[in-house]
């Protein structure tokens, strides 16, 4: 599966982005689709995960409230909306799909089997 990430950008404290992440090949396939995220001069981290089956979601305690993961199985699409946006949100953001991922490793990079190129995401204060 070929991931393709977009909708990162600019934008102040309090505001909102959405990312986008579309999937092309073996998107049948595609049991979990989650975002990680890294900041400069820091391990790539877990943000938020969705089931493809039931649709069941999963957040870091960072993001839990603020973001919100969807996905659009028809479009072979997933979403992060992203809201009340902090100057710590600051990162490069990357999606990935797993094709069979264990619930106790869904928040771990090694359970994903592909990743999109990841998109900027900075947050002035």
């Known amino acids: 599966v070929q991931l393709q990430a977009s909708g990162g950008g600019l934008v102040q404290a309090g505001g909102s982005l959405r990312l986008s992440c579309a999937a092309s090949?073996?998107?049948?396939?595609?049991?979990?689709m989650g975002w990680f995220r890294q900041a400069p001069g820091k391990e790539r981290e877990f943000v938020a995960a969705?089931?493809?089956?039931?649709?069941?979601?999963y957040y870091a305690d960072s993001v839990k409230g603020r973001f919100t993961i969807s996905r659009d199985n028809a479009k072979n699409t997933a979403y992060l909306q992203m809201n009340s946006l902090k100057p710590e949100d600051t990162a490069v953001y990357y999606c990935?799909?797993?094709?069979?991922?264990?619930?106790?490793?869904?928040?771990?990079?090694?359970?994903?089997?592909?990743w999109g190129q990841g998109t900027q995401v900075t947050v002035s204060s």
């Open positions: 990935a799909a797993g094709y069979s991922v264990i619930l106790s490793e869904i928040r771990q990079t090694r359970a994903y089997d592909a």
């Open positions: 090949g073996r998107t049948s396939s595609n049991g979990v």
């Open positions: 969705i089931r493809r089956s039931g649709g069941y979601t």
